[in-house]
């Protein structure tokens, strides 16, 4: 009955992937605005605010950002952009375009036709997944990058490009590492991240991009799965745990890394944001909220599901892992633009709980139905 359900629900989840597409979807509200040249009710209420285009909106993280954003500057002052096609709610909630990050020219035309101020650059191969296809890592995370920074340069966008813990190898100091420090990492996605960070640090003093980017830890949400990262087990876990009662772990349960819940995240990228360049002292910054093992977590994930099991099988991520930080120090982020995290692992395990919780009762329902 667990199993069943567990696939009732990854059945479910797994329709956040979709084969690529050419088409160009966008709100009646957002056609209107564009058709007739402009500003809507959305756009009113929100006179100052910036227009944001996302690119890899689909992902783990560009539909909280969408959103959070949306409350702050707007519906319409918001575009989320993928090459995957959205499910029904991203469209009913606020523009979407189809945006490939490997065609400078369309990204030219979208920032030109909505007037696009900030770009938040979400597209990118993570750490496991880059492995298994290095080209098109290279492709994504190294091109994409070069043409944001050339589209926000030639427009005078400011650029948010998320870097990651990934962005250290085993020459860095891995406990505490401070943001600056030996950055020697041996992923494609590591490599990747730190080339991001470096072409943004050089725009910024060459052309004087507002170029930002935070190092993020591994993201754990409950609204959406991992795009194929070395963290994604603290997310799996609980899916487990509510379902099959059963997780089978790739990493040694002694395994330390740097983890955020996804709101902390979120809002650290909209703060960071919003801070004026006299508060940075730097462009690129470690932030984190907590650091643990798969053990420690089970242990609290346990409070909730007693009997769940944990079936250690380290795999290749393992050597990914044991090249990352154990512990982030973001003490720059705090004193200079005042990062706080507010989730630590008892509290991110309560939230993960309570939202996850009723969609498997749901799918439990939906089953007894069938
Ligand atoms: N989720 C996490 O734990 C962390 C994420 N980050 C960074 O945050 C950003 C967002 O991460 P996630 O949402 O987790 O990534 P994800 O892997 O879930 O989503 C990436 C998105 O990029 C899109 N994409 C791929 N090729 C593209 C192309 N050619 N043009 C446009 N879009 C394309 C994919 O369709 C996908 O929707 C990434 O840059 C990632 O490196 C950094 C550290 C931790
Ligand atoms: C920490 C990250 O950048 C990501 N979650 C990954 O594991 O690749």
């Known amino acids: 009955m667990a199993r069943a359900l567990g696939r009732v629900f990854l059945r479910h989840m797994s329709q956040a ?3 690529p597409t050419t088409l160009t979807r966008m709100t009646p509200a957002a056609a209107t605005a564009v058709a007739t040249g402009r500003r809507t009710r959305g756009y009113q209420d929100f006179p100052d605010a910036p227009r944001v285009l996302i690119t890899g909106s689909l992902g783990q993280l560009g539909t909280g950002l969408a959103k959070l954003m949306r409350e702050r500057y707007g519906r319409e002052n918001v575009i989320m952009s993928d090459i995957n096609k959205p499910p029904r709610h991203v469209l009913e909630n606020g523009p979407f375009l189809f945006a490939d990050v490997l065609d400078q020219r369309g990204l030219r035309e979208i920032v030109v036709n909505y007037e696009i101020d900030w770009l938040i650059h979400f597209s990118a191969l993570l750490s496991a997944i880059g492995e298994q296809n290095v080209p098109l890592a290279m492709q994504v995370n190294i091109e994409g990058v070069h043409n944001v920074l050339e589209v926000s340069k030639t427009f005078g966008l400011k650029l948010f490009i998320p870097s990651t813990i990934g962005a250290f190898g085993p020459d860095s100091p891995r406990n505490p590492t401070p943001d600056m420090t030996i950055q020697r990492p041996r992923t494609i996605y590591g490599v990747s991240k730190v080339h991001a960070e470096l072409m943004g640090e050089y725009y910024n003093h060459r052309f004087g991009l507002d170029f930002r980017s935070l190092r993020y830890p591994g993201v754990i949400s409950a609204d959406t799965m991992p795009g194929g990262g070395t963290t994604d087990y603290a997310l799996m876990i609980f899916h487990d745990a509510l379902t099959t009662k059963q997780h089978v772990c790739y990493l040694r349960p002694d395994t330390r890394l740097p983890m955020m819940y996804v709101d902390d995240t979120l809002r650290a990228t909209v703060d960071f ?10 462009r690129t910054y470690n932030v984190t909220a907590m650091s643990f093992t798969p053990e420690e977590l089970a242990a609290e994930v346990r409070k909730y599901v007693p009997d769940l099991e944990v079936i250690y099988q380290p795999d290749h991520r393992q050597n990914i892992a044991d090249q990352w930080p154990m512990v982030f120090d973001d003490t720059n982020a705090r004193s200079d633009w ?32 069938e």
């Open 338 to 369: 005042g990062w706080q995290h507010r989730f630590d692992l008892p509290l991110m395990c309560e939230t993960m709980m309570k939202a996850l919780l009723p969609k498997y009762s749901e799918a439990a329902i939906d089953m007894l139905k």
């Open 273 to 282: 944001m919003e801070a004026s360049p006299d508060q940075l002292t730097m």
């Open 17 to 19: 992937s979709f084969p």
